[in-house]
């Protein structure tokens, strides 16, 4: 008994650690948005854009803002570093999306998970499709090669850093880089528009934007892709980037974080003891003692 309630303590405190951190944390370098500097955001790519002279712009409201578009745009949608989404992806946006490529733009999903914006346009995501790289190995990337000649692979072979592949379906989708016979990036033909998705962030973070081909890759989809008064957008709010609007980033703002964290600690508190049997066991009859009722009365 005393062993469960241990348990049950421990995951409660637990529980209510990670509530903390998701309250207190400051969030900063842990998105993929266009505006994060640290290792695992896309500012760097997003700087290189506005010095070639584009237009770059942010969309943290999500995907319904696709409708003030001009045609002809590029849109980058990147997956935030965790494995949860960042903001849910509604049956709108992906309505919305789909109708926006279809049109006649290009949508370049960047994951590492089959996640809703994949499975509605793009190709299915293979899990642990590459070989582990060894902890010990000099270079923690390996090289994805283009497939074929063209416009997009003239860069050279991209650094990749995971484990993850695409799989093929049919003729309209064509494979362009390639690790280990597996499609790392693959294009995809949506009505008048394009999907290319490719299954390394890492490509296109910060830290890894430099490595290899990866940054003639992405300036080739923007010069290709992009047309004559589009612009080039970035998903930042399911990138992780989104943390300047919502409640949690309100109570942030306020201070109201500490009182938050008090609350969930009395909450976590009044459950636990809700949930404790009061009083002592009762062992079961045949353990208890042998002696009968009537020489306890008499006692």
């Not at 903390?20 to 505006?35: I, M, P, Q, Y």
């Not at 935030?80 to 290009?106: H, K, Q, Y």
């Not at 309209?172 to 499609?183: Q, Y």
Request: overall charge negative; hydrophobic content about 50%.
């Amino acid at each position: 008994m005393a062993d469960r309630r241990l348990m049950g303590l421990g995951a409660a405190v637990l529980l209510l650690g990670a509530v903390a951190a998701f309250l207190l944390g400051a969030g900063a370098g842990g998105s993929r948005g266009s505006d994060d500097r640290g290792p695992t955001g896309t500012a760097a790519f997003a700087s290189v854009l506005r010095q070639t002279g584009h237009e770059v712009v942010s969309l943290r409201v999500g995907l319904n803002a696709l409708a003030r578009v001009p045609d002809g745009s590029v849109l980058f949608v990147v997956a935030a570093p965790t494995l949860l989404p960042s903001a849910i992806v509604g049956e709108a946006e992906l309505t919305r999306l789909t109708s926006w490529v279809e049109d006649g733009n290009t949508a370049v999903l960047v994951t590492h998970y089959p996640d809703a914006f994949l499975d509605e346009l793009g190709p299915a995501f293979e899990w642990d499709a590459l070989e582990r790289i060894e902890r010990e190995a000099p270079v923690r990337t390996r090289p994805a090669l283009a497939v074929l000649p063209g416009p997009l692979t003239l860069g050279g072979a991209l650094a990749v850093e995971g484990r993850g592949a695409l799989s093929l379906a049919g003729v309209r989708d064509e494979p362009l880089f390639a690790a280990e016979d597996h499609a790392i990036v693959v294009r995809r033909a949506l009505g008048d528009g394009h999907v290319i998705a490719v299954a390394d962030p890492f490509t296109l973070e910060n830290r890894g934007i430099g490595a290899g081909g990866n940054l003639e890759f992405y300036l080739a989809v923007v010069r290709l892709h992009l047309k004559e008064g589009g612009s080039v957008l970035f998903d930042d709010l399911h990138a992780g980037g989104g943390d300047d609007f919502g409640v949690v980033a309100y109570a942030r703002r306020a201070g109201l974080a500490p009182a938050l964290l008090l609350v969930l600690l009395l909450a976590g508190g009044y459950l636990w003891r809700a949930g404790s049997r009061f009083g002592a066991v009762l062992p079961p009859p045949d353990r208890r003692h042998p002696r009968a009722s009537s020489e306890l009365v008499a006692a």
